[in-house]
C-alpha cells in the first residue's frame, strides 16, 4: 500500500509565524500536490510538483510556497501565517498515467492564532 | 470552468438503512471520477474509479454508477452501518491537462444513526 505521511496532525502556530508543513510518500511516486480543505469549500490546490525541484502553483498559490529537494518529500512553506491559513492541509501523490489513483496523507489540522 | 456539484450537502440516516449520493460534473475532456470516503480529521481515501465506458463499479456495500451522457454519478450505500459515517467527496479527472487535472466536490457528510 501507498503511503502518504504527513509529519504532524495537528499544529498551533501565531500570526507571523513561518510554518513548514511536511509530506512524504514511499511509493517513488512523480507526482505530489497540495490542497486545503475548508468548510463548504471542498478542497482546493495550492501547489503540486511533477518532479524533483520542480512545482507549479494551483489555484491558491498566494501566502505560500514550496519546496521539493528529494522524490518523496514535499514540503509545504507558510512564509508568515495569517488566522486566515487556519485550516486541513491535505498532501497527496500519484504515480504517471491517467488511472493512477490518488493517495492522501491524514491531514494536518492548522490553527494560526 | 470545471465544476463537480454533490448533493445532498448532509444526510441523517438509520443504521441498516440504504442511501444514494448524488455527483453531477462538468468537467471536460472527462477522464475518470472517483469516490472517496473521508473520516472526521483524516485524508481521504479512495472507494472506487470510474471511466468513461464504465457503468457501475462496486466495493462492498458501495456501488457507483456513471453516466457519461448526463455527467452524472451516484454512490450508493447498502444496509449503512455506524463506521459509514464519514464525508463522501465525488472527484473528477480531466484528460489532458496533465497533473492538476482534479475537480473536487464539496462533499455529502453522512451520519448513521443507531
Known amino acids: 500500500d501507498v503511503k502518504v505521511t504527513q509529519s504532524s496532525r495537528y499544529l498551533v502556530k501565531r500570526t507571523g509565524e513561518k510554518v513548514f508543513l511536511e509530506c512524504v510518500q514511499d511509493m517513488d511516486h512523480e507526482n505530489m500536490f497540495w490542497y486545503r480543505q475548508d468548510p463548504g469549500l471542498g478542497l482546493r490546490l495550492i501547489y503540486f510538483s511533477y518532479d524533483v525541484k520542480m512545482k507549479e502553483k494551483g489555484d491558491i498559490p498566494e501566502g505560500y510556497s514550496v519546496s521539493r529537494e528529494k522524490k518523496e518529500r514535499f514540503s509545504l512553506i507558510l512564509e508568515s501565517a495569517s488566522t486566515n491559513q487556519t485550516s486541513m492541509y491535505l498532501c497527496?501523490?500519484?504515480?504517471?498515467?491517467?488511472?493512477?489513483?490518488?493517495?492522501f496523507g491524514s491531514g494536518t489540522r492548522l490553527t494560526v492564532v | 470552468k470545471n465544476q463537480v456539484e454533490q448533493s445532498p450537502q448532509s444526510l441523517i440516516i438509520l443504521e441498516g438503512k440504504n442511501c444514494t449520493l448524488q455527483?453531477?460534473?462538468?468537467?471536460?475532456?472527462?477522464?475518470?471520477l472517483r469516490w472517496y470516503k473521508q473520516d472526521t480529521g483524516r485524508g481521504p481515501v479512495s472507494l472506487t474509479i470510474m471511466t468513461f465506458s464504465e457503468n457501475t463499479k462496486s466495493n462492498g456495500r458501495y456501488t457507483a454508477t456513471l453516466d457519461a451522457d448526463t455527467k452524472q454519478s451516484s454512490l450508493h450505500i447498502t444496509a449503512s452501518q455506524l463506521s459509514d459515517s464519514a464525508s463522501y467527496i465525488c472527484?473528477?479527472?480531466?484528460?489532458?491537462?496533465?497533473?492538476?487535472?482534479?475537480?473536487f466536490g464539496s462533499g455529502t457528510r453522512l451520519q448513521v444513526q443507531p
Open positions: 455527483c453531477n460534473y462538468t468537467v471536460s475532456p472527462f477522464s475518470n
Open positions: 472527484v473528477v479527472s480531466a484528460k489532458d491537462t496533465g497533473r492538476r487535472a482534479l475537480t
Open positions: 497527496a501523490s500519484r504515480g504517471s498515467g491517467q488511472t493512477y489513483g490518488y493517495t
